[in-house]
Each structure stands twice: as structure tokens, then as C-alpha cells.
């Protein structure tokens, strides 16, 4: 199995910019597919992005497309999201999930423990 550790959250003002790791240990990491999930106070824990095995699929949540951008460095066992333009209502508890799934919508078996990203206005 994969063991993941989330880092680079914070506070940021609207409109500013973050970037979230997730580096895995165990398992070769270039077997999984890689998803961010979000979790804000009250709410279900909701997709934000995820990405193939090799880096050459992403999907996006419709409110965070042309904000974030997910990446890979199977080299560095290391999945990177991008956080730009970010608005308040991204306040949430940001986790990282793995599947050795081919489908980036798949049922995601391995979790981080997560990293909170809180945006003021």
C-alpha cells in the first residue's frame, strides 16, 4: 500500500496563491492515480482534481478549472496542486488520495491526513 502526506497549506488572502504537496511513500507511486479532495466545515468531502498514473490525464472540478492546476513528479513521489486566484469559499481541509484505478473518478482507497487552506476576504 501507498502512504501519503499532504503539506503547503495555509492563510492567503483572496485572491492569492497557494501550492499543496503530496509525497507517498511505499508502493511504486507511478502505479496510482492521484486525487485532491476538499472537506470545508459542514460539508462533504468533495472532488477537486485528479491525474493519471503518468501525468497524461487531469480532471477538474467545474469551480476550480483555470485555477488550479494538478501535477506530477513520479521521480520525486510527489503530487503538486496549483492553487491560483483562490476565493474564500476554498477555505476547506485539502486531502490527497491514491487509486491504482485506471479512471480518475474511481473509488479512491488511500488518504492523507489532510493540510487546511483558509482564504480571508
Known amino acids: 500500500q501507498v502512504q501519503l502526506v499532504e503539506s503547503g497549506g495555509g492563510l492567503v488572502q483572496a485572491g492569492g496563491s497557494l501550492r499543496l504537496s503530496c509525497v507517498a511513500s511505499?508502493?511504486?507511486?507511478?502505479?496510482?492515480?492521484v486525487g485532491w479532495f476538499r472537506q470545508a466545515p459542514g460539508k462533504e468531502r468533495e472532488f477537486v482534481s485528479a491525474i493519471s498514473w503518468t501525468g497524461g490525464r487531469t480532471l477538474y472540478a467545474d469551480d476550480v478549472k483555470g485555477r488550479f492546476t494538478i501535477s506530477r513528479d513520479n521521480a520525486k513521489n510527489t503530487v503538486y496542486l496549483q492553487m491560483n486566484e483562490l476565493r474564500p469559499e476554498d477555505t476547506a481541509v485539502y486531502y490527497c488520495a491514491a487509486t491504482r484505478s485506471y479512471g480518475l473518478t474511481a473509488h479512491y482507497g488511500y488518504w492523507g491526513q489532510g493540510t487546511q487552506v483558509t482564504v480571508s476576504s
Open positions: 511505499g508502493r511504486t507511486f507511478s502505479d496510482y492515480t
